[in-house]
């Protein structure tokens, strides 16, 4: 009889941690660039461009050019597309749609990798419902990053977000991801299943939380360009990420500007009110929920 092995998850020093935050500055610092270059007539390329400029006038190196044969400095997935979308001079956006911008950065062999979902001009409110109840479950996936937890308690919080939010399909196909020396490094980080199971949350790990949340079924189709990945009933899609250490002091949410001090404080004010309030009142945000700041005290 085999025994079932607990993956080898990569724990870092503080030094190496500080690298992290380096490359998660430069990842939250471009997406900030990227969200407000957003505009009806801009091109996916553009953005692309943009976001290639950003991070190499920052020392740092695109994460993405080059995985695996990708072939650009970014993902871009407008409407439909969930995930891996690939910038293109002919993709030009338009009013009412919504792009999903994924990024990464690497400094000194360390990565940040982060995505936000963004509207192109007004959206509809069905949109903006989308947009919000997959970055407040981010959040709550992120707050349960703290030693002594387990890995599942993430996914468990990401997916009972999602669903007290609304009847949206929670995409399983693609998930978060260990990270550190490597983009993609165990453990799996799934959005959703039960809570109290798998790895050991120690000082020092890190992973990327990564919800995608779709209008309708959470199938999945991978167009013929081999990245691409669209909702196969062609529900519109929201997806969130942020890379988060797991520190003595709590999470530290690398890729967020202020460390995600108030993100954290935005769902301590959301747990404060009544729940029909709640579930009402859920806007969409044009740029990553957390803007300006420092790592946790330690």
């Not at 690939?86 to 792009?99: F, N, Q, R």
């Not at 460390?259 to 404060?272: D, N, V």
């Amino acid at each position: 009889m085999r025994t079932r092995q607990e993956p080898q998850i990569q724990v870092k020093t503080p030094a190496q941690l500080a690298l992290m935050r380096e490359a998660g500055l430069v990842v939250g610092r471009t997406l900030d660039v990227l969200a407000a270059a957003v505009e009806p007539g801009i091109t996916t390329a553009d953005l692309d461009a943009i976001a290639e400029r950003e991070i190499r006038a920052a020392g740092a190196t695109p994460s993405f050019k080059g995985y695996h044969g990708y072939p650009a400095t970014i993902c871009t997935s407008v409407n439909d597309q969930i995930v891996h979308g690939i910038p293109s001079a002919d993709a030009k956006l338009a009013s009412g749609d919504i792009i999903s911008i994924d990024c990464g950065a690497i400094v000194e062999g360390w990565h940040g990798d982060a995505c936000l979902t963004v509207g192109v001009g007004p959206i509809s409110e069905e949109l903006t419902a989308l947009l919000a109840a997959c970055e407040l479950a981010l959040w709550h996936g992120l707050a349960q990053a703290r030693p002594g937890a387990r890995l599942s308690d993430i996914s468990h919080a990401v997916g009972a977000s999602a669903q007290a939010s609304g009847r949206y399909g929670i995409v399983r196909e693609y998930v978060g991801h260990g990270i550190g020396t490597e983009m993609h490094m165990d453990p799996a980080v799934p959005n959703f299943g039960r809570a109290g199971r798998g790895p050991l949350l120690v000082e020092g790990m890190a992973v990327a939380v990564e919800p995608m949340l779709v209008l309708g079924s959470a199938r999945t189709r991978l167009l013929d360009d081999g990245w691409t990945v669209v909702s196969a009933g062609g529900g519109m899609s929201a997806h969130f990420e942020h890379t988060v250490a797991i520190t003595a002091a709590g999470p530290w949410v690398l890729t967020a500007l202020d460390g995600g001090s108030s993100g954290f404080e935005r769902l301590r004010a959301e747990s404060r009110r009544p729940e029909a309030e709640q579930v009402k009142d859920t806007g969409a945000h044009q740029a990553p929920l957390a803007p300006a700041g420092a790592p946790p005290a330690s």
